[in-house]
């Protein structure tokens, strides 16, 4: 352990260490120290207390002697002189045309030295201002650029809380400041309202800093949700550091929902909110939207396709039996109707005769349709007759030629020519339109000239390509002499 004294050459500046050379100092006393820069005038802030060598800046400078009247009095005497010194370097920046505003001046204790504080945007060339200022002053001359802060701290001035600037007043040292104090502190995020004189971010946010950040670390975050002593679920929508209390928007079990403001302490935490996604209240919300929309729509689907809820199945079925019994009765289906049966009317029989006659036949066409429509499909019912699978459907009316009378002949028919037929035996064991089928018509009929017997290869269908009754694929065709052609 290593005994020291604490002095401080400015009226706010760093505290430094020395020996205290066998003497006794205590607050307040003035002394003279040895300095990196010569003898310096100072006042003794801590007094001799012993500290580890490990924290200590080595090599000690050792205290010369205590102050006198005489010196006291040549400090303030340099302080007078300083105000003319600072007019004097003001002038001499104007007259170059130099972009820096020159805030304070001081001299050295042993007049060996002035020093001249600016502030500026960025470089100066000021070694021409420096000769002249060392021309009037017949001494060294030195130029020391300064920060936003390190200004106001020499300036002064009063704060935004009425009271002389901290870093003015008692601040010796300056702590990095960031954003992220004024949120833990909960405080608006204006910079007119959270930045000092200095334009910078005020200093003072960083006494209750560690305050609040242990106090937020025992309290839940906005967006959380949290379960209640009454077992109900809410989402926490401010929270009071100070009196350790959140607002919760409660959600009720007829889904209606409140403000409360309850002690943190009596809160359950559930789950935290994810950045990017929504809350547990506007979850629910969208979740309560989607299943509305899935049962409309299931609703409008089952109504398209004639499809009742339970509770009106035989209301709704009672009315559609009725509708397919007035239909029935009026003859409105196609089966009912003599032309949709293959049924012509009789000459002289009216369309009433013709009505009654299926009533006439037995069991009544409405008690049959009701019974019909309570046990069968009732939507099949009411589609179109579509036409059976072979059935043929009707074509377009062509010219009567029943009476053979106005027929004309072969010759004068447009669609056909007049060919002659010749009767040949055709072999009934073998497909037609096979290889082999082809031969055998053709070894049937030998007769047949060259002409007739390439028309009917063209005729002729041929064999499929594929693996058919017909043959594999890439089999050649028959020739008329029996052969094949590959």
Known sequence: MTEVVGVRFREVGKIYTFTPNGETYRRGDHVIADTA????????????????????????????RRATKEDTEKVYANKAREHDALMICRKKVVERGLEMKVIASEYSFDDSRVIFFFTADGRVDFRDLVKDLAAIFHMRIELRQVGARDETKIVGGMGPCGRPLCCHS?????????????????LSLN???????????????????????????????????????DGYLGEITEVNVLKQTVRVLVILDDDEREMRDVPASETTFIAHRKKGQPSLLKRDAMAK??????????????????????????????????R?????????????????????PESGSTAAEVEARPQAAGVSDGASAAAETAGGDQTARRRKRQPERGERKERPERADWSDKTDRPEKSERPDRQDRPRKDRPRRTDRPAGTPEGAAAENAAAPEEGGEQAARRRRRRRRPSRGTGEGGNAGQGSVSSDGGTNA
């Open 324 to 344: 397919e019994r007035r239909r029935m009765e009026s003859g409105a289906y196609r089966k009912d109707r003599p032309e949709a049966s293959g049924e012509k």
């Open 37 to 64: 820069k010569g003898p310096e005038y100072g006042t003794v802030i801590l007094g001799n207390y012993e500290i580890c060598e490990t924290q200590l800046e080595q090599p000690l400078k050792e205290i010369l």
């Open 170 to 186: 008692w601040l010796s040292d300056f702590v990095p400041v960031s954003i992220k104090m004024a949120k833990e502190q909960n």
């Open 191 to 229: 910079p007119q309202k959270i930045s000092g004189v200095c334009g910078r971010l005020m200093c003072c946010l960083i006494n209750e800093a560690d305050t609040y950040a242990y106090l937020n670390s025992q309290m839940p975050k906005k967006g959380d949700t949290v379960e209640l002593a």
């Open 289 to 322: 939207r989607e299943a509305a929309l899935q049962e409309a729509k299931e609703r409008e689907m089952k109504k398209a396709q004639g499809i009742e809820d339970d509770a009106d199945a035989p209301k709704a079925e009672n009315a559609r039996a009725r």
